[in-house]
């Protein structure tokens, strides 16, 4: 048997609440359902789950009574998604310069860290197997 042992990217992100508030309305009214999902909130009935966005958001706002981290945690799916949703941006926000400004600066974040994460970390694979002394 054999084994592939392969390096995969975990993002921890300083954003702000701004920042969340700002994918999550692009998210909110995106044509993707999957997209969609990153804004949903948890239902005990339907077993849904908190959405990725919506988990930001809490743990950034700061009206939440407990202590948080300034960092939020992403796979590489994750920021691919945001990127997904940042597409729509420039007719969302037309004549909003600033909330333009924010998602030019989170795309250009977020793509500069994907990019050296498959630079990286795509190099990063070991095999593994039972019978040879490694």
């Not at 999902?37 to 958001?57: E, H, M, P, Q, Y």
Request: charged share 25%; proline share 4%; glycine share 4%.
């Amino acid at each position: 048997m054999e084994i592939k042992v392969r390096a995969r990217p975990e993002f921890h992100l300083k954003l702000t609440f701004e920042h969340v508030q700002i994918l999550t309305e692009l998210a909110s009214v995106h044509y993707d359902a999957r997209c969609k999902s990153l804004v949903d909130f948890a239902d005990s009935k339907t077993g849904r789950r908190n959405g990725l966005l919506t988990l930001w958001g809490l743990g950034l706002n700061p009206a939440n009574p407990w202590p948080t981290s300034e960092y939020v945690t992403a796979k590489f799916h994750d920021l691919d998604l945001c990127m997904k949703v940042m597409e729509m941006a420039q007719i969302m926000f037309k004549g909003r310069a600033t909330k333009l400004a924010i998602v030019q600066e989170l795309q250009k974040s977020f793509f500069k860290a994907m990019r050296v994460a498959n630079n990286e970390l795509g190099k990063i694979e070991y095999n593994v197997n039972p019978h040879n002394q490694t």
